[in-house]
């Protein structure tokens, strides 16, 4: 697996000591960095199958992890953590444990398209990451995300009278989520 | 050559003098032709064009085509969407004042229902492609328009979306038959409609409508105008298959059409290196701390390269960085000078409507005072 994304080293397998001193040379400091292996002791052989079937997931297969969605990617630029390459490359391996340390970002996408812009493969990462997130939640690892729920609400006024008005979305939303950042978001203001 | 015009015009018969010199007056027509003269032209058109491209030469006639387009716009069926009744809705205004300003039909998709937006793609992609497909449906079979014009790129892109999947993906096909059955309306079959943004509509009328109305070129000068057209507009590429194809075309990449119709405008263009970023616009309610600072690098860009005025052309663009001020002053430490207004409003007032008539109280940013500093209305 490529190492050149540093943030994908967790800070807690690596190792540096203050002062170490091997035959006589000093080597304190990030020269005695030590990367603990990293162990995953299970794997989920159906993990890619699982997201290939739900919706937006079906291309997945495609992809030769070139990065170019992680490049590309808007909340990868504020977010070094949020890795679609990298979580596409874990699920394609079946590490489902791996893919859960970060289940609690996947939904931050925010469907720009830059990664579908710049994909050479056609895979659409930005399907495959509403399909994990979607996965995550139907599995029981994350609760029903702020973004979800805002869909769910967004989409059942759709589905009921064919328009959706703004007001309505936003209480419809609240009141149904944890409130955590929208209000301070302003929508309110009007 | 003059002995022998004279020899002819001797020896030739009055009558058929005076014919050859009213002919060269008064051109002699078949009667009832122009339609075959249409069907020559088209077919002479078409085998220029082949020709052209044959030999890899670039598009001739282009003005030709571009005035059989500037004819087609002039009536369109006009899709707001829902987000230009509600926040949106001083797009909404300006964009039906400048169609009627410019002398151009719009005519309001009758009945229309929610694109579907990022939501319910969301939630389930194929249910969005019907719920655009059904707009373009009404368009087509009810309203028997072949184009649809959708201000909010939002709608534009949905509608780019629905028509390429139906032409691509036969199951998303099928599914449309069975809902489309259901509700007891006619299957919308790709290519029925063309679907364009305000931007291609304004492009291809201003000056060339009826009225040959045009922006005043000393309207906006020495206005510093950052020109955003946001995610929707140009991404993913594969659904515009009418981008990326030389002069006269819009560049997925680097998008102009909105800084040719300002320039027109005598506007001050910056160069904006973020025209295509994206606003966090999706989770401005979910995830508002994301969506804070991606507003705020659009906002910071502006001001760095030189802008008075973020010119937008979606009412989420517009309604991100013109909202929630507070908690952007909190996170950078000042105010943002930089207003947002929508295209639509700065071509309006440049063609002299008021700034009540395109909605600029309706605004999310204050732009009344630099309105009044610039003298733009």
């Known amino acids: 697996m490529p190492i050149h994304e540093k943030s994908l080293i967790r800070p807690e397998n690596l190792h540096v000591q203050e002062h170490k001193e091997v035959d006589g040379v000093d080597v304190s400091g990030h020269w005695s960095t030590f990367i603990e292996t990293r162990v995953v002791s299970d794997y989920n052989e159906d993990l890619q199958d699982e997201i290939a079937a739900l919706p937006g997931g079906e291309l997945i297969h495609r992809c030769w992890q070139c990065g170019s969605c992680t490049n590309a990617c808007t909340v990868h630029a504020i977010n070094p953590d949020f890795n679609p390459r990298y979580w596409i490359y874990l699920i394609r391996m079946g590490m489902e444990s791996e893919l859960l340390r970060d289940k609690d970002i996947i939904w931050q996408c925010v469907s720009c398209n830059k990664c579908t812009y710049a994909c050479p493969r056609d895979v659409v990462p930005e399907a495959v990451m509403k399909a994990t997130a979607h996965w995550l939640e139907l599995k029981g690892h994350t609760p029903k995300s702020h973004s979800t729920i805002f869909d769910e609400v967004f989409s059942e006024q759709v589905f009921e009278t064919g328009k959706i008005e703004d007001g309505r979305v936003i209480k419809g939303s609240s009141s149904s989520a944890p409130v955590r950042n929208s209000r301070r978001a302003g929508w309110w203001t009007w | ?377």
């Open chain 2, 1 to 377: 050559m003059v002995d022998m015009v004279r020899s002819l015009l001797r020896n030739l018969p009055i009558g058929l003098l005076t014919k050859m010199g009213l002919a060269t007056l008064v051109a002699p027509k078949t009667s009832d032709w122009s339609k075959s003269r249409e069907a020559i032209m088209e077919y002479v058109e078409e085998r220029e064009a082949a020709n052209r491209k044959a030999l890899g030469l670039g598009q001739g006639r282009e003005a030709r085509t571009n005035h059989d387009r500037t004819k087609k716009y002039q009536e369109v069926a006009y899709y707001p969407g829902c987000a230009l009744e509600g926040g949106g809705h001083a797009y909404n205004r300006s964009t039906k004042a400048l169609g009627k300003k410019l002398g151009l039909n719009l005519k309001e998709v009758e009945n229309w229902n929610c694109c579907g937006a990022m939501e319910v793609k969301n939630i389930d992609p194929k249910l969005q492609t019907y719920l655009s497909s059904r707009v373009m449906s009404i368009a087509a079979n009810k309203m028997g328009l072949d184009t649809v014009m959708a201000p909010c790129n939002g709608c534009y892109h949905n509608l780019k979306k629905a028509e390429y999947d139906l032409a691509n993906d036969p199951n998303r096909r099928g599914g449309q038959f069975a809902f489309s059955g259901k509700s007891g309306h006619a299957t919308y079959q790709a290519g029925q409609v063309e679907t364009i943004h305000a931007l291609d509509w304004d492009r291809e009328t201003i000056g060339r409508g009826p009225g040959h109305e045009r922006p005043r070129q000393e309207f906006a000068e020495g206005v510093k105008i950052a020109n955003y057209y946001g995610c929707m507009y140009t991404r993913p590429r594969h659904i515009f298959p009418e981008k990326d194809q030389g002069p006269g075309s819009e560049s997925t990449s680097k998008p102009h059409f909105m800084d040719d119709l300002l320039a027109a405008a005598g506007a001050d263009n910056v160069e904006y290196p973020l025209k295509t970023a994206c606003c966090g616009g999706a989770h401005a309610l979910s995830d508002s701390d994301t969506s804070t600072r991606l507003v705020l690098n659009m906002l910071q860009a502006a001001e760095a390269s030189g802008a008075e005025v973020i010119a937008t052309e979606c009412p989420t663009c517009h309604s991100g960085p013109g909202n929630a001020p507070d908690a952007r002053e909190k996170t950078l430490g000042r105010k943002t000078n930089v207003k947002i207004i929508y295209f639509t409003q700065l071509l309006g007032m440049a063609m002299g409507l008021s700034p009540k008539a395109v909605g600029v109280q309706e605004n999310f940013s204050d732009a009344m005072p630099l309105i009044k500093e610039k003298k733009l209305a």
